[in-house]
């Protein structure tokens, strides 16, 4: 075959396989498989991973690169029969600062001590009695228990976020607790600021 030969058999593959691609007839592609749909447990998990809810709600281990998750108490709060320091409440007055447990385990403020609650389904100290609807309403009224006369849902946690979610995001959520291994751990309640000192 001489050159003249090779370069029209060059052109001819090359015009075959415009022709092929603009006609639809060309290969197809291999796509990829579409990823499985998540469960409303695996979606539940994902939410609260991202969403930081393990930040204050796990306990956590002190390592040498600092704290790390305690996997074995996932969710289940403030670490029972924790020992608070001494609160200089100087500190925590409007406008200066609020204070935290290095395992974020307790919160100090203007609204006094606050501690993460027991999500696992513990039905003495958790989430165990819980039904949906009870969950869904204390997110919608950002009050503890769902109560409409209680207290508000203490800071630090940003229940208005939750509040954004849909009812089918807040029932993936639910499942997951749910699914969690019930861990008896009771919860403080929360320590009001000490009264303001009479002049």
């Known amino acids: 075959m001489n050159t003249k030969q090779i370069s029209l058999t060059a052109t001819a593959v090359a015009l075959c396989g415009i022709i092929l691609y603009q006609t639809g007839c060309a290969p197809a592609q291999k796509e990829e498989a579409p990823a499985p749909a998540m469960t409303s447990v ?3 998990k994902y939410l609260v991973s991202i969403g930081g809810c393990n930040d204050c709600h796990t306990p956590k281990i002190m390592t040498d690169k600092g704290p790390v998750f305690d996997e074995s108490l996932t969710l289940s709060g403030h670490r029972q029969g924790t020992v608070l320091p001494e609160i200089d409440w100087n500190n925590v007055a409007p406008g200066k600062f609020f204070m935290m447990g290095q395992d974020l385990g307790y919160f100090i403020g203007p609204w006094g001590v606050s501690f993460p609650y027991n999500l696992t389904p513990d039905t003495a100290t958790g989430t165990g009695a819980w039904t949906f609807e009870l969950f869904q309403k ?9 109560m409409e006369n209680g207290r508000p849902i203490l800071p630090p946690m940003f229940v208005e976020v939750l509040q954004g979610l849909t009812d089918e995001d807040l029932h993936a ?3 997951y607790l749910k699914s969690l291994p019930p861990i008896n751990n009771k919860i403080p ?8 000192a009479q002049s």
């Open 42 to 44: 695996e979606r539940g």
């Open 138 to 146: 204390i997110v919608k009224t950002g009050k503890h228990m769902g």
């Open 173 to 175: 959520i639910f499942d």
């Open 189 to 196: 309640d929360p320590i009001p600021p000490p009264a303001p």
